[in-house]
């Protein structure tokens, strides 16, 4: 992990992973302020994971990527990536003299070329292909495999919280889960009838 840093954050009850594009409707005049900063100096932020379960106190590193509209009143559209993962060491109401919070933290520096072992690469070659899914990328590290699950708020939690060694088994098990899923579904298809 890096040195402390303190950043603008923007506590919301997500949790991006690495790589994620995630959409956001900013209306609250604090955060459009911190989008406005976001804008000018290319900063990034925190989204800090505002849940009762996040004991570790994590959160995502995001960087703004696209302003899709913007609204008369000042609100906006946006679209934003997640760069890295960080720990909250402190939460501050207000971020150095302005609206919207900040907080220091440490950030993960993710490895982005974690890359799947050779049956979870295999594995999720066939996921995608239940999924009819013919055009992706031919490399693809973890967090990708995980963005692609569309996992819920809890995975992601026990995915990111699981230790190095034990994170790919995780997103096995998550595969194997969505592909008996789907095989499921096919099937019901086939043992519906029109009376």
């Known amino acids: 992990m890096s040195d402390v840093l303190q950043i603008p954050m ?4 997500i949790l991006p992973l690495p ?3 995630v959409p956001l409707h ?3 005049p604090r955060y459009r302020q911190l989008l406005q900063d976001a804008e000018i100096n290319d900063i990034n932020f925190g989204i800090y994971f505002s849940h009762e379960s ?5 959160g995502s590193l995001m960087k703004l990527e696209s302003v899709i509209k913007r609204y008369p009143g000042g609100e906006a559209d946006i679209i934003v990536k997640c760069e890295d993962i960080f720990n909250m060491n402190l939460l501050l109401r207000k971020y150095k003299s302005k609206m919207y ?3 220091d933290v440490k ?7 974690t890359f799947p072992g050779p049956e979870l690469y295999d594995l999720f070659l066939s996921y ?3 999924r009819n899914i013919n055009q992706h990328l031919t490399i693809f590290n973890l967090y990708q495999i995980a963005n692609e699950l569309s996992l819920d708020i809890s995975d992601r939690y026990k995915f ?6 034990k994170r790919e088994a995780f997103i096995i098990n998550r595969v194997k889960f969505q592909m008996h899923i789907l095989h499921q579904e096919e099937q019901s298809k086939d043992n519906y009838h029109l009376n």
């Open 54 to 58: 996040n004991e570790q106190k994590l």
């Open 160 to 165: 990111l919280t699981a230790a190095d060694d």
């Open 101 to 103: 919070p900040g907080g």
């Open 19 to 21: 790589g994620e594009l």
């Open 128 to 130: 995608l292909k239940q």
């Open 10 to 13: 923007f506590p919301l009850a």
């Open 26 to 28: 900013i209306f609250e």
């Open 107 to 113: 950030v993960w520096n993710v490895e982005k070329d």
